[in-house]
């Protein structure tokens, strides 16, 4: 990494590192390293846990009158691979990374390698300038996600919700199809897509089948207009679609 391009990312994430090569660490992705220990990898394992951390301790404090399982909801939900990705893109870290010819090759990138730069990011905060300059770079970030998670009081299984609708006001129960599989072993994608008596809904990409299943529910969703995206960025589900 150049002087330039990590002058431009430390402009765009508001910290300046004291060592420049956690930096270029935390941007380095596993097909380009010589090997999985000189990639990104135990950094993105150490910020998660920090990431985690932070959030938890400004939900602690902000709301002292919430149970152990209202914290929890809100913690997974501000931590979650799709909340990080958004922050990530946000910053602009996506367009930084630095990653193997295959991978640039690929296409469309998944959203998970920007989750798992800022994870990695923070991570290297973490080690060059200690918990308060990670705690001072994340919290900002995720003030505002933490607050509506906590007024919506919980998050939504989106498909359960794909399968409440479908099977009392179409007839049909979602069936999930796998149509694409990409990477290697360690950081497998997979892109899935719904179907509901024959009709086939947009696909989407998940770093676990899981998280596949839930987007692609998402986007069955909001085709069949059942939630819709808020002007702040919150998705709000129709109640009266879904009964």
């Known amino acids: 990494m150049d002087d330039q391009t990590r002058e431009t990312v430390e402009s765009a994430i508001g910290y300046r ?69 958004k922050i990530a893109e946000n910053l602009g870290l996506d367009g930084y990374l630095i990653l193997g010819k295959g991978m640039l090759n690929s296409g469309v990138l998944p959203s998970s390698l920007a989750a798992a730069a800022l994870e990695a990011l923070i991570g290297a905060i973490y080690l060059d300038g200690g918990f308060d300059a990670a705690a001072n770079f994340v919290r900002p970030l995720v003030e505002d996600i933490v607050e509506r998670a906590a007024q919506s009081g919980h998050q939504q299984n989106f498909k359960s919700v794909l399968q409440q609708h479908s099977q009392q006001s179409m007839g049909f129960t979602p069936a999930y199809r796998i149509l694409d599989e990409k990477g290697p072993d360690h950081a497998k994608c997979f892109k899935i897509c719904v179907e509901i008596g024959g009709r086939r809904f947009e696909p989407a990409w998940g770093q676990t089948k899981k998280k596949a299943e839930q987007d692609a529910a998402l986007q069955a969703l909001r085709e069949l207009g059942i939630v819709k995206e808020a002007a702040n960025g919150d998705l709000i589900v129709d109640a009266a679609e879904v009964k």
């Open 17 to 85: 590192f004291r060592d420049p090569s956690l930096l270029e660490l935390a941007l380095t992705h596993a097909s380009t390293a010589e090997s999985r220990v000189n990639s990104n990898e135990r950094m993105e394992f150490l910020g998660d846990a920090v990431l985690g951390l932070i959030t938890v301790d400004l939900t602690f404090r902000r709301y002292p009158a919430l149970l152990e399982g209202d914290m929890t909801k809100i913690k997974s939900h501000a931590v979650s691979r799709e909340t990080c990705a």
